[in-house]
């Protein structure tokens, strides 16, 4: 089954549990990644609409959808079409309650961007010069904790007309993550997304901004979370 067959029954029924599916998802890094983005959504969709409800809120999103006039009306409306329209109701609540935090769009692209250029950053599978990436980042007032042994591509590069870093990191079954930085650029809070099917993420930390791009399909929460806890800012920096 290809990919967007298999998106156009995730989104008819994201909980189903047909066969055709589970084999999909099962053989295919991608058609697994939806699948869990799918569920995710549901699972928040659903959270979403299990909030606590006090006594007259409903009346008072009505009014705020609708106007007090027509707001009256739907009171009045038989019970079937009462429930019809607080239903559509819900659905704009919903939309607003996932609204969350603005997505810096200009940063997305600039990392989006760069990422499609990746210059030979895939060809190696050896770890790069420790001492060298661990310079280059000081250099830039980044402080890496870890160990850099699964860091395959290493370079300082332009990323939005700004200066940033760019790495690989090859993990033991040879999947390969991109790592994009612009140290000092802020970030209010982390966002998934994905690009041409594979799945992204834009990561805050106390150094700067960071985008992973999982490109065999990979789960990002390992390294982004092993970042988040490792990259810290230097009390102070020179430029790259």
């Known amino acids: 089954m ?10 008819e029924e994201p909980r189903s549990d047909d066969p055709e599916l589970k084999q999909a998802r099962n053989e295919s890094l991608q058609h697994a990644a939806a699948y869990r983005d799918a569920q995710q959504f549901e699972d928040k969709l659903e959270q979403a609409l299990r909030l606590p409800v006090e ?6 999103i ?23 329209a607080s239903i559509a109701v819900a659905a704009v609540v919903a939309v607003v309650l996932f609204r969350g935090e603005p997505v810096n769009a200009e940063l997305r692209d600039a990392f989006v961007e760069h990422v499609q250029h990746p210059e030979g950053a895939f060809k190696s ?12 980042l000081a250099s830039a007032g980044v402080e890496f ?16 007309g700004k200066r ?28 998934d ?3 041409e099917q594979v799945p992204a993420r834009m990561l805050p930390t106390s150094a700067g901004a960071m985008a992973l791009f999982g490109h065999q399909g ?7 979370s092993r970042y988040s806890q490792s990259i810290t800012a230097l009390p102070t920096s020179a430029g790259i």
């Open 55 to 60: 006594d007259g809120l409903a009346d008072s």
């Open 164 to 191: 940033g870093l760019h790495w690989v990191v090859t993990d033991d079954q040879g999947q390969k993550t991109t790592v994009l930085m612009i140290p000092g650029q802020e970030l209010a809070s982390a966002h």
């Open 2 to 11: 290809d990919l967007n067959e298999f998106n156009r029954r995730l989104n």
């Open 145 to 160: 904790a870890g160990s850099p042994n699964d860091v395959t591509y290493f370079y300082p590069c332009d990323i939005g």
């Open 62 to 84: 009505l009014e705020h959808c609708l106007g007090k006039e027509s707001a009256a009306q739907q009171r009045r409306l038989p019970a079937w079409l009462g429930i019809a």
């Open 125 to 136: 599978n050896q770890p790069v010069d420790s001492g060298r990436f661990l310079a280059t």
């Open 193 to 195: 997304f994905r690009f």
């Open 218 to 224: 990979q789960d990002l929460d390992e390294l982004a």
